[in-house]
Nanobody, 124 residues
Framework: QVQLVESGGGLVQAGGSLRLSCAAS????????MAWFRQAPGKEREFVAG????????YYADSVKGRFAISGDNAKNTVYLQMNSLKPDDTAVYYC?????????????????WGQGTQVTVFS
């Protein structure tokens, strides 16, 4: 069983930055594709960023390209989401997800393991 714990959410002014962390268990970074999803009230959960097994490739939703960066620290078995130039539309609960696959899928259904989520609120 993979355990994922997110942290780093909070309240931030538009244009500011946050870094989210996802601490994973059992060498998940090496054996699972990892991803960040987000879900705003009344909306579907959407793919934000993903990383292939071992962190060799990264993928981004068009809405966050150039602003967000996913990365991983193998020694810490932790995945990060650096979020810059934040917009009010980025407001959502952000979830870390893992799947035993080579590359990250784009749908929530592709993932077996989820963290509890961390709230990000961006105000103007």
């Amino acid at each position: 069983q993979v355990q994922l714990v997110e942290s780093g959410g909070g309240l931030v002014q538009a244009g500011g930055s946050l870094r989210l962390s996802c601490a994973a268990s059992g060498r998940t970074f090496n054996n699972y594709a990892m991803a960040w999803f987000r879900q705003a009230p009344g909306k579907e959960r959407e793919f934000v960023a993903g990383m292939s097994r071992g962190g060799f490739s990264v993928y981004y939703a068009d809405s966050v390209k150039g602003r967000f960066a996913i990365s991983g620290d193998n020694a810490k078995n932790t995945v990060y989401l650096q979020m810059n130039s934040l917009k009010p539309d980025d407001t959502a609960v952000y979830y870390c997800a893992a799947e035993r696959a080579v590359v990250p899928g784009l749908r929530p259904h592709d993932y077996h393991y989820w963290g509890q989520g961390t709230q990000v609120t961006v105000f103007s």
